[in-house]
């Protein structure tokens, strides 16, 4: 396959679970979480990275969910003391994520590990880094990767469609009826800290908060049905990433931030145009 | 005789520093209907979740049946008050009354016809058939808690828990709401209402709980809601509601 062929799926994949993952990051109103998360991973990358002197697949997975495990725990014990919850993210977040930049800058070296590809990404050189699956081929890591979170992902929302939905929508019912709410909190979280490492490589920790937030934002603005959220979500995640891989190469510039700008546009598209939340119904129903 | 279904012993409960609940003693029989009242901030809510495990408990112990919290689960219905939830949430009134059901159904598995029917049948007992398909932000607040009130039925409990079912509701939701509740107590079932309108309590409920951070009186509507009571539990500002009280009982004589 052209190399063109594996960025584009690859984008595509980024999309699909992003944006299935963020749909129940908006329901429970935990948007912010995805940012402390998005960074914390780097963390998790860096210590798993400096234990096994590895770099790929199941190494950076692992140290990914504990470090995101490590992120929801420290930000729900800060939050006991009376600080406020916003804020105990801001402070874990950034001290966690700090830590991995200074071990990257001193500990790691000349590794294949640097704060400028963590944070942007660099989708173009993912083709070049591939693995031989069996039955598959030579396949480039982050594809493989992605398409095992992704599998995860979509199996986990199914397997627990009604515990996610009862757990998002009535914590306290859920508990009462005696579904463990802690534990899927948890999953949860480590659900989000795969799909971010695992989209790393290709859209960096910035670009995945857009691909998480918004194809979500913008399909719930457009339903009252939690599948059709689920579905709306993923057509935007994957049409972002297919619409701002064409835009970069036509102006010539970052596929992430295309991606990430695509979402934006379709959020906008969405926030004027919906008919049941948009401003342009909202404001034809005031005027009429 | 009348069996006890909720022993309460020295239970104590605190929101970070601050105790809210301390030397809660009570005990609740079979078939009852109580009121629970008390001032703002009083421990009402905190109450039930302590009861329920929603909030962790200090001191004390609490039996179900005569079981454990855990072992009586099954049997225990809760209804949140109606502000504790997003109503925005992508899902319809019958879906909601589902979720009422989910911890029956089991894992991995999703509700079927019979579920779905069961679901249909207390929407229609709470006069909501026709707003099965609508979407919950579009309910009025009276329809919201009757939405709540069928995903409680559908439960089947024998024992509910209910926050302030009658807040915010219209007459009709609320002469819908206390028709249900007499009709579960005549099945036998026990009920706990949050209750915050000390005019109705005499009408509403047969046992009466005052609550300010500990039980200041419990028992018999007829006997222990009176005016001493009231004056302890809510202190010396409530002169007005006792007037108002006292016009009341006019009213209707």
């Known amino acids: 396959m052209t190399y063109t062929v594996w960025i584009v799926l690859t984008a595509v994949l980024v999309g699909l679970s992003c944006s299935l993952i963020g749909v129940f990051l908006i329901l429970r109103k935990m948007a912010m979480m995805a940012d402390a998360i998005s960074h914390t991973v780097l963390l998790g990358i860096v210590v798993a990275f400096l234990i096994t002197k590895e770099i790929s697949g199941p190494h950076m997975l692992i140290g990914a969910i504990i470090a995101g495990l490590v992120t929801a725990l420290l930000v729900q014990w800060l939050h006991q003391f009376d600080i406020e919850q916003h804020a105990s993210i801001g402070i874990v977040f950034t001290t966690l994520f700090a830590i991995g930049v200074i071990l990257i800058a001193t500990s790691v070296g000349n590794a294949h590990l640097d704060v400028q590809h963590a944070l942007m990404g660099e989708i173009t050189f993912i083709p070049w880094d591939t693995i031989t699956l069996p039955f598959v081929g030579k396949v480039p890591v982050a594809t493989a990767m992605l398409s095992l979170v992704l599998v995860i992902v979509i199996v986990s929302i199914i397997a627990f469609y009604k515990e996610w939905k009862i757990t998002s929508f009535d914590p306290a019912l859920a508990a009462s009826l005696g579904i463990p709410v802690v534990f899927m909190h948890y999953l949860f ?98 005027a009429s | 005789m009348t ?38 901030g009083a421990g009402k809510s905190t109450l039930i979740k ?32 109606r502000g504790s939830v997003d109503w925005d949430f992508p899902t319809n009134a019958l879906d ?28 229609e007992k709470m006069g909501m058939a026709a707003y099965a398909d609508r979407q919950i932000s579009q309910l009025s607040g009276g329809q919201q808690q009757r939405v709540f009130l069928a995903r409680a039925l559908v439960q089947d409990a024998d024992f509910y828990f209910m926050d302030e079912p009658l807040a915010g509701v219209d007459a009709a939701t609320e002469r819908a709401i206390m028709a249900i509740l007499k009709e579960l107590k005549e099945q036998g079932k026990t009920v706990m209402v949050v209750h915050h309108d000390l005019q109705t309590v005499a009408d509403y409920y047969d046992h009466v ?9 419990h028992g018999d509507t007829t006997s222990i809601f009176t005016k001493e009571n009231i004056a302890r539990t809510y202190g010396g500002n409530m002169r007005w509601t006792l007037k108002e009280e006292e016009s009341h009982v006019v009213h209707s004589q």
């Open chain 1, 189 to 286: 979280m480590s659900l989000v800290s795969i799909t971010t490492v695992a989209s790393f490589d290709a859209v960096g920790a910035i670009m995945v908060v857009a691909m998480l937030i918004t194809p979500a934002a913008s399909a719930y603005l457009w339903t009252d049905k939690l599948s059709i959220m689920l579905l709306l979500s993923a057509l935007f995640g994957v049409t972002s990433a297919i619409v701002g891989y064409y835009v970069a190469a036509w102006l010539d510039t970052s596929i992430s931030a295309s991606m990430a700008f695509a979402t934006g546009i379709f959020f906008l598209i969405s926030f004027l145009g919906s008919p049941k939340h948009g401003l342009i119904s909202k404001y034809n129903r005031i």
């Open chain 2, 96 to 123: 909601v009354v589902l979720m009422g059901l989910y911890g029956r159904i089991g894992w991995l598995k999703l509700p079927n016809r019979s579920h779905k029917q069961m679901a249909m049948e207390k929407l």
């Open chain 2, 209 to 217: 709980l005052f609550l300010n951070k500990t039980v200041v009186a």
């Open chain 2, 3 to 40: 069996e006890t279904v909720l022993k309460v012993n020295n239970l104590s409960a605190s929101y970070r520093k601050n105790t809210v609940l301390h030397d809660v003693n009570f005990q609740i029989n079979q078939g009852t209907l109580t009121g629970i009242v008390g001032p703002n």
């Open chain 2, 50 to 81: 302590t009861l329920l495990q929603l909030h962790p408990t200090l001191t004390g112990t609490v039996d179900f049946f005569g079981l454990p919290f855990k072992a009586a689960q099954q049997v225990i219905g809760y209804v949140p008050q």
